[in-house]
């Protein structure tokens, strides 16, 4: 069956290997997989600093190029969420785009999502020797559920042991453009997740979506700790990919 | 000065840092979480739904009901006083005084009448006003607005507000919290007994009984309702809710959501003023029924935040707030329902900052009891900023630029091949960047992770090995 994967923006530029990553786990539990080529953004920046207009011209592209798989796959649950929760919103009062809209959401799930709903043959090979705790994105956890997905398939990563930190929910501060609007409640935002995770005394913090990952690394790095790894959970259930 | 200049003092106050931290630590969400697990989280969920629809067909014939409210508090001897502004609203209760020659106005809280200024316009008419919840009178002797709309002096410590009771209660300093609010209580005493108006805010009004409802931890509120010979009610008008079937279920949703409380020790009742054979209660009742822009609201796209009834479960939950605190929102309410309600009252483009002071996290919206939709809302007013040409040209041509190039391909490609190599270079050889071009902002707080690789996902993807080739 066709799989389409939406690589999204920011991973196709900061992180390709999540995209590898991804197109691995689909591959191995037995989907054709295909990566239109002339995928950007699903229009998210738009969207959230209200031009509607320039939203909706990216989404009326992004439903255009996954027309004919049976299913979009995307490692992020922001992107997910928007293509979700925030489409039909964007087309509304446009009844035909709606429509496609509404059926593109349907058939759209978040990686861990599609790993765990309908991948029936997915299997987890990958070994991760050490502690790790999972911040839940804002957007997958609130927009589309994305809360017990990815503990489930970490579970089975063999090594791996997952210890819950604090305020596992709260946001970490990144909030797409917030991040540069208001760069010092951001980061104040940052520095309480990063203080939550050292508390965990997990070596490794893992999450879904590359937003938070860049802000959680970012002010890691700057506070000193150069040790705690920063992964996507494609990352750790895919195993090394290259890229 | 506006949200991000105010925040970004409030980052740098160290003794507020502390205070907010405390807030979070021992504050209200935890208390909350633990309420609606011992309700029951599918029940809560339920209730909130109630909620949210009682709230919705109360708004959706709010003229009916108003004038049904009316008509109750009337017949039973109460007075139902219309203002359409705020200004009106000030100045309604300034003629009370001066009919009635009342002299002193002990108040509970209001969040109208930090909307009106009702303490600077009874000043102005030579009345004296003296706020008796105990947050609220601190922020009185300290001259400060409140940062929160149901603990109005989180912000403040033990140690300012010992020093605030020395000053203005002319005795010696004490800083253990049972002493202080006993010497509150004895010099309020003075105040509840020589008063002669009692002004309250009003949580709830019922139209088929025409009452209005407190809902309070004090008492404070029971004596400035009762013992006055004067009560005003002061409230906005969408407070109105159709029967007292309709309150218990947001009376439910109200304190659990508040302080997780299942119910607080105080609700008050008062439905017109002392008659028959009451021993005590006002001789005369009055509502003050305020409009102050809501009407605008009703039928617009922002009409669900007027099923706001005043929880703060959405500042409790927003990190955002849980890190600047109240103040820093400018006006009367912070927060997340404090950023749709200000511009919506003050002008859109009175508040231009606050629509983006969220990182649209949901958390507000989840907590909320009636469900309002925050993130939303803040985003409909973004998108009313853009349209109406409010924001600043640079971040409209960022957006625009960005939307363009993603609309074209093989540019976006070569673009993105060019960054992801820039950037890289930048991030040297712990990949870590210090400071971004064009992103301070980012890097004051932060590094910016360096792309690990070369090479964006296209690049990769299509020199991998096809398909067909890589099968056995």
Redesign the interface.
Known sequence: MRVGLF?T?L???????I??AA?KLLEDAGY?VT?P?????C?Q???????????R??AE?LIAQFEECRYVVVPSGSCAGMIRAHFP?VFAGEPDMLAKARELAGRTYELTEFLTKIAKRAGVSARFDGTVTYHDS??G???IGVKAQPRQLLAKVAGLKLIEMEEC???C????????????????????KCANIEASGAQAVVLGDLGC???I???L??RGD?KTRVLHVAEVLAGPTG? | MHFKARSEEALADATLQANLRKFQSTGFTALRAKAVAEFGPDLFEALRGEGAAIRDRSLASLDAWLERFEAEAVRRGATVLFAETRAEACELLVEICRRHGLRKAIKSKSMLSEEAGLNEALAANGITPIETDLGEYILQLAGEPPSHIIAPALHKSKEEVADLFATHHHAPRKDDIPRMTREAREVLREHFLSADLGISGGNFLIAETGSGVIVTNEGNGRMVTTLPRVHVCITGIEKVLPTLEDFSTLLRLLTRSATGQAISNYVSMFTGPRGGEDRDGPEHMVFILVDAGRTDLVGGDMQEMLRCIRCGACMNHCPVYRAVGGHSYGWVYPGPMGSVLTPSYMGLANALDLPHAATLCGACSVACPVKIPLPELLRKLREKQMDRGLRPWREVAAVRLWSWTARRPRLYALATAIAVRFLRLLGGRDGMIAALPFGREWTRGRFFPAPKSGRTFRSLYASRPKPAARKP
């Open positions: 690589v923006c991973v196709d530029l900061m992180r390709p290997s995209g590898l197109l054709e990566v080529a002339a995928q950007t953004c229009g920046p738009g969207w959230n600093s209200g031009d509607r207009k320039a939203a011209a990216l592209r919103e804002c957007s956890l609130r927009e929910e709260t946001c501060g990144f909030g797409g453009t917030f991040s540069i609007k208001y760069g010092d409640i951001s980061s104040a935002m940052a520095e309480k990952m860049l802000n690394e970012g002010r790095r700057r150069a890229g």
